[in-house]
């Protein structure tokens, strides 16, 4: 009796080794060809599973999304349900720091995606944009919540100082690819950083920050 195939298994498995293939020689390099050869299939089998390279490469990006989701889930439930919302901040700030291999494996193919979505109209659009999206809005709400515990300042934006939280650990973390720095510097600038948004509870009612 033949072997049932298990599409998504197949699908999942070529979508690994285009992260592998571009984690190795970059996404630039990637070929269809080359991934192909990384996961041990026929090009044909490849070509069945997606028309194009550019959904493939859609593909991954939506399941280094997912796998990195569900990490930010994690370190979130590792920090309990008791953690002050600066404790959550952190826990979704520091993925993005790249520490593991996985996680420098989506930093890479990410960062390297948003270069060649601006140049390539395959590409372009704004799927690589849902998930910093949804992270603006989480912290958004954490910092909000903050706010109102007492443990940040009233008078700051909640929306402004989400965008430059995502703006410092997206920088750091590409300053750990580069090798300008290690993790370790990494997150205790962002420690610092976080320190200086949440000083223990600010409380004020001269008005808005100007």
């Given at each position: 009796m033949p072997k049932l195939v298990d599409h998504e298994e197949r699908r999942a498995h070529i979508i690994d080794a285009l992260l592998r293939a571009a984690a190795s020689d970059g996404l630039h390099a990637v070929t269809m060809r080359s991934v192909a050869i990384e996961a041990g299939v026929s090009v044909r089998l490849v070509q069945y599973y997606f028309d194009t390279k550019e959904q493939l490469l859609l593909a991954a990006l939506g399941r280094l999304a997912a796998r990195m989701g569900e990490r930010v889930r994690d370190r979130v439930r590792a920090a309990g349900s008791s953690t002050d919302p600066r404790?959550?901040?952190?826990?979704?700030?520091?993925?993005?720091?790249?520490?593991?291999?996985?996680?420098?494996?989506?930093h890479l193919v990410y960062t390297e995606y948003a270069v060649l979505s601006v140049t390539?109209?395959?590409?372009?659009?704004?799927s690589h944009l849902a998930a910093?999206?949804?992270?603006?809005?989480?912290?958004?709400?954490?910092?909000?919540?903050?706010?109102?515990?007492?443990?940040?300042?009233?008078?700051?934006?909640a929306r402004q100082e989400a965008v430059v939280l995502l703006a410092v650990s997206a920088g750091l973390g590409l300053s750990v690819l580069l090798g300008q720095r290690t993790a370790e510097d990494a997150t205790a600038v962002l420690r610092?950083?976080?320190g200086r948004l949440f000083p223990g509870g600010v409380k004020?009612?001269?008005?808005p920050l100007r």
């Open positions: 404790g959550i901040v952190e826990a979704v700030l520091l993925e993005a720091v790249p520490t593991d291999d996985e996680s420098r494996t989506f390539d109209p395959a590409l372009a659009g704004r910093p999206d949804e992270m603006e809005g989480f912290l958004v709400a954490q910092l909000t919540a903050a706010q109102q515990a007492g443990d940040t300042d009233p008078r700051l934006d610092y950083h976080l004020s009612e001269s008005g």
